[in-house]
């Protein structure tokens, strides 16, 4: 357990060496400031890196990450961050990413009570019922279970575009694109899920709009 532990530093020590070997100023580069083009909003799942599935260095992706990659909007978390990235950094895109065999999706599906978590995955839950028609239409219980994880992810993204900071930024800066992927563990790759952002802030205009 120690080892492991120390370990950790030890791999600190060669990554900031790896790194002034490439560039003698990235540190000082990134003490600087930030000014990232993403906001990735995705599940805490040990087996989906934000920055190393997209491709991207430190100072590129702000990440907010939590079970089940949910933006629930009582969430002063998810909600800040949003308010941030959006508000301050001025982010280009912001993502909502899933992935197959998400823990928290399944636990949703199951009948089990997990105490306080029981809450956060009722939002899921509340998911499955919108949907309910087009999940229990679909027989095979992992192909249903794909694809409560795709439209969780959807709905995500409905999440991110009802806030009042990403309709008064997109009314006024005609940014940010809000998309939605899902991560399949199995092979690495990133699927766009491609999320339709013009008829969804349509329907939030409808319903949800707050720029007035
Ligand atoms: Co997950």
């Given amino acids: ?29 990134l003490a600087k400031g930030q000014s990232p083009e993403f906001l990735y909003i995705g599940c805490a799942d040990s087996r989906v890196p934000a920055n190393e599935i997209m491709g991207l260095e430190p100072g590129d992706v702000f990440v907010h990450r939590n079970i089940a990659n949910m933006v629930v909007n009582t969430d002063m978390n998810a909600q800040s961050v949003i308010q941030y990235a959006v508000e301050h950094l001025e982010v280009k895109h912001v993502v909502v990413c899933g992935h197959y065999n998400c823990g928290g999706v399944k636990a949703a599906m199951g009948n089990s009570s997990l105490g306080l978590l029981d809450g956060w995955l009722r939002e899921i839950r509340d998911v499955y019922r919108l949907h309910s028609t087009t999940l229990n239409a679909i027989e095979d219980e992992h192909e249903r279970y794909n694809k409560l994880i795709e439209l969780n992810v959807m709905e ?4 991110v575009m009802k806030t009042e900071f990403v309709q008064k930024s997109y009314a006024q800066k005609k940014f940010p694109q809000v998309h939605g992927w899902v991560y399949d563990l199995a092979n690495g ?10 008829s969804a802030l349509k329907k939030i205009q409808e319903v949800y709009d707050i720029t007035k």
């Fill in 189 to 198: 790759e990133l699927i766009d899920l491609n999320f339709d952002f013009d």
């Fill in 156 to 159: 995500q993204c409905f999440n």
């Fill in 1 to 29: 357990m120690q080892k492991s532990y120390d370990q950790v530093f030890e791999n600190n020590k060669k990554w900031v060496s790896d790194n002034l070997a490439k560039d003698e100023n990235f540190f000082q580069h």
